[in-house]
């Protein structure tokens, strides 16, 4: 079965700077997706992002890019230029393709930008 | 509608009492899923309908929690005889086949609340 690992429990950074959020994952399956979503103290879950397992290159969304190392199971979500709005928990989740499993999700990361 | 949307936004009952929460998807989405997040914790899976058979019910904790999709839309998450234990937000999700495009697209999510 598939497992997501989030280690940062929470996250601090300044307003501009550029964060790392870390996910690691594992699965024996070789088509599988990665996901990031947003959930903001109102709770709703924001999807951001996708990486499939057989793209070439890294996904980027605007000021969202995934940090995707295919060997070492990881696909980290890089946020550039902090905003105060960007302040949530964020969900790192794998969908195996071929098994049309749903959506599992790590533990989560708090990040809070700092004025 | 335009999103998922979720009723009732809160629940409260007692221990012991049943509850039906009701997820209404984005028109056209054929696959739901049902999740419930724990303070704390990231959405775990409980419930998947491709139209309107379960195609993954492994997630259901016991023989309490049941969901249907009588029409292939609205679906209804039932939970008999409540334990405090059941108290999360219970957040139901929609796809569209290819979901690396949007994602699930989740509702606000039911805060049930067992005293």
């Known amino acids: 079965a598939q497992k997501i690992t989030q280690t940062q429990p929470g996250m601090f950074v300044q307003e501009k700077e550029a964060v790392t959020l870390d996910c690691t994952y594992d699965?024996?399956?070789?088509?599988?997706?990665l996901f990031w979503y947003k959930q903001p103290s109102s709770g709703e879950m924001i999807f951001l992002i996708y990486q499939g397992s057989y793209d070439q290159q890294n996904a980027t969304e605007g000021r969202y890019s995934l940090n995707f190392q295919k060997a070492r199971k990881s696909a980290n979500l890089v946020i550039s230029a902090s905003q105060l709005g960007d302040s949530a928990m964020y969900f790192c989740a794998m969908i195996i393709h071929s098994g049309n499993t749903p959506l599992v999700f790590g533990k989560g990361t708090r990040l809070s930008v700092i004025a | 509608g335009a999103g998922v949307s979720q009723t009732p936004s809160n629940k409260v009952t007692e221990k012991g009492k049943y509850v039906e929460l009701r997820c209404d998807p984005i028109?056209?989405?054929?696959?739901l899923y049902w999740y419930r997040q724990s303070l704390g914790q990231g959405p775990e899976f409980l419930i998947y309908?491709?139209?309107?058979?379960?195609?993954?019910d492994s997630g259901l904790p016991n023989d309490r929690f049941f969901a249907v999709r009588p029409e292939g839309s609205v679906s209804t998450l039932k939970i008999q005889r409540t334990e405090r234990g059941d108290s999360a937000v219970y957040l139901c999700a929609s796809s569209f086949y290819r979901v690396r495009d949007y994602g699930y697209t989740f509702g606000s999510g039911t805060r049930l609340t067992v005293v």
């Open positions: 699965t024996s399956d070789p088509s599988y997706g």
């Open positions: 309908f491709q139209g309107t058979g379960a195609a993954d």
């Open positions: 028109s056209g989405h054929t696959a």
